[in-house]
């Protein structure tokens, strides 16, 4: 499966974002579906993650109440709202997917990969 994010910018702090991902196939909606983000001189992290039925959803711990992970099916379509933006959060952000039962934590267990959109938060 193919994958374009898109969505990102630059703002400033306490701003609002959302990302979107969008699949190049229809079985888009048998796919576990992840955002991750890397910055400048970082590891690439989780930031949520959410499956294909949608019963299971993650976040990291720094994100907890400000971000909101979702999908449309339909649309072969998956969201990130980003509420109350901090410098922090600066990063690519990048969705990933992968088939089967587990919503992976790490990178190295997603195969398909979308190119990633810049966020930039100012103080």
């Known amino acids: 499966v193919q994958l374009q994010a898109s969505g990102g910018g630059l703002v400033q702090a306490g701003a609002s974002l959302r990302l979107s991902c969008v699949a190049s196939?229809?079985?888009?909606?048998?796919?576990?579906m992840v955002w991750f983000r890397q910055a400048p001189g970082k590891e690439r992290e989780f930031v949520a993650g959410?499956?294909?039925?949608?019963?299971?959803?993650y976040y990291t711990e720094p994100v907890k109440g400000r971000f909101t992970i979702s999908r449309d099916n339909a649309k072969n379509t998956l969201y990130l709202q980003m509420n109350d933006l901090k410098p922090e959060d600066t990063a690519t952000y990048l969705c990933?997917?992968?088939?089967?039962?587990?919503?992976?934590?790490?990178?190295?267990?997603?195969?398909?990969w979308g190119q990633g959109t810049l966020v930039t938060v100012s103080s």
């Open positions: 196939e229809r079985t888009f909606s048998t796919y576990n």
């Open positions: 959410i499956s294909w039925s949608e019963r299971n959803i």
């Open positions: 990933a997917a992968r088939q089967g039962s587990i919503v992976y934590k790490a990178p190295a267990n997603y195969p398909y």
